[in-house]
């Protein structure tokens, strides 16, 4: 069965009563190149394990099991079961699991079921609207993975690789890039999915640090740090610290200062080193 093919892919659905759903972002790829570049990109091999999120109707799943020795795919949806047991009935190497990856317990998972791999894995087509809240927790609940391959929309993976102290940086991207090298891959047309998105994606790699970017006296002081630095884009550094955090402007300044930083500065043009001496000032 071609799971790339539009004709295929309409009469497998129907064939199983299946409606897309869009509280869930369902769009399944039908560009035969994107999936075998992604599984690719992922480098596996004999003792790698990889654990994919959202398998849809299994193209990419398809690919995984072939460069993985393993591959445990957790689905939030009921309905695919009975379509992912036709499209990969051939994939020895694989077990579907039903679950939400925002709530399950991930660690727990990769340990029992990749328990007898030499290392583990993430890949994943993620809807856009769990992007941003499913990277952060792959990689804030420091899962035991070296690498995650994963397609978002554009304006995300764009977001997210942009050079930090730059206009394209923001919050996400400090966030992310405390905890892994991101590098943009790929892009992906809207035209690559059914039914078609209103934009573009791209397939981005996250390489898992062995500790974070930059030291900091206090994780969670340093991203409220960072959230409310960019919680005001338009707003000076200063102005969008101190409406944020409800300190009065002259203590933020005067940090600002003690860092080398003005207060006409923005968020924008901070390093992670900046974010990290802040952190540790207010």
Not at 82 to 97: F, M, Q, S, W
Request: aromatic share 6%; charged share 25%.
């Amino acid at each position: 069965m071609d799971l790339c093919s539009y004709s295929e892919i309409t009469a497998l659905l129907k064939r199983h009563g299946f409606t897309f759903s869009k509280a869930l972002g369902q769009n399944f790829i039908v560009n035969k190149t994107v999936c075998p570049a992604m599984a690719e990109s992922l480098h596996a091999g004999s003792g790698t394990g990889v654990l994919e999120i959202g398998p849809g109707i299994g193209v990419l799943t398809k690919e995984l099991c072939t460069v993985a020795q393993k591959v445990v795919a957790i689905e939030l949806d009921r309905r695919l079961f009975p379509i992912l047991e036709e499209t990969l009935a051939h994939c020895g190497n694989l077990e579907i699991v039903e679950g939400d990856a925002l709530k399950t317990d991930l660690n727990a998972l990769i340990k029992e079921k990749f328990a007898d791999m030499d290392e583990v894995k993430v890949c994943a087509n993620l809807p856009y609207y769990i992007t941003s809240p499913i990277i952060m927790k792959l990689i804030e609940s420091r899962l035991p993975v070296s690498e995650i391959v994963v397609m978002v929309q554009k304006e995300a993976a764009d977001r997210l690789s942009a050079k930090i102290g730059t206009r394209d940086c923001g919050a996400l991207t400090v966030a992310a890039q405390y905890y892994a090298k991101i590098e943009k891959l790929f892009d992906v047309s809207r035209g690559s999915f059914t039914p078609r998105p209103k934009v573009d994606s791209a397939v981005i790699k996250l390489t898992v640090r062995n500790k974070p970017e930059v030291t900091v006296q206090n994780e969670d002081r340093f991203f409220e740090i960072v959230r409310a630095a960019f919680a005001q884009r338009r707003k000076t550094a200063a102005n969008s610290l101190s409406s944020a955090l409800l300190l009065p402007k002259s203590t933020v300044v005067n940090a600002l200062e003690q860092i080398g930083k003005s207060e006409k500065d923005r968020a924008e043009n901070f390093s992670m080193q900046d974010f990290a001496d802040l952190s540790a000032l207010l």
